[in-house]
């Protein structure tokens, strides 16, 4: 286990409107209000064709193969994520979302792109204080988050 200490800073409440892409509205919100580390919580509507990274292809292989899911039409959405800096001091916006229709739920990382349908609310709170980024592990490939 590795971990920082934070406090909390400002608190948003943001709409993001029919047809924005989350992680991109997200982290241009961050870098416009100065905000380099977040957690967030996110319900609303995705819209169809919208994707998801739904887990790698298999397990403990390198390189590592991911899997995407396209949404093939509307679905209820409630999702959780944080913001880092990358290791140019960009916000970079790390959400996994539960996406819903009828009796079906798909769950992934949303980095591929998830579009807004209608409306998608999201409480945003600012974390201060923190020295925490993402750095790029070669050993995993992946950007991990660096307490």
């Not at 380099?36 to 919208?50: F, N, W």
């Not at 887990?55 to 949404?71: C, I």
């Not at 798909?106 to 591929?112: A, D, H, K, L, P």
């Amino acid at each position: 286990m590795r971990y920082s200490e934070a406090r909390r800073g400002r608190t948003f409440v943001i709409r993001l409107d029919d047809g924005d892409i989350v992680h991109e509205e997200i982290e241009r919100f961050a870098r416009e209000q100065g905000i380099t580390a977040a957690v967030l919580i996110i319900l609303g509507g995705a819209d169809r064709e919208s994707t998801l990274v739904v887990g790698p292809e298999k397990a403990r292989v390198s390189p590592v193969v991911p899997m995407e899911h396209r949404l093939s039409d509307v679905h209820e959405v409630a999702g959780t994520g944080t913001i880092f800096p990358d290791d140019e001091g960009n916000p970079v916006l790390h959400m996994h979302m539960a996406c819903g229709r009828k009796a079906s739920t798909v769950t992934g990382c949303i980095r591929e792109g998830v579009r807004v349908w209608h409306v998608m609310e999201v409480i945003l709170l600012e974390l201060v204080g923190t020295t925490a980024t993402r750095d790029f592990e070669p050993a995993s490939g992946f950007n991990l988050l660096k307490p």
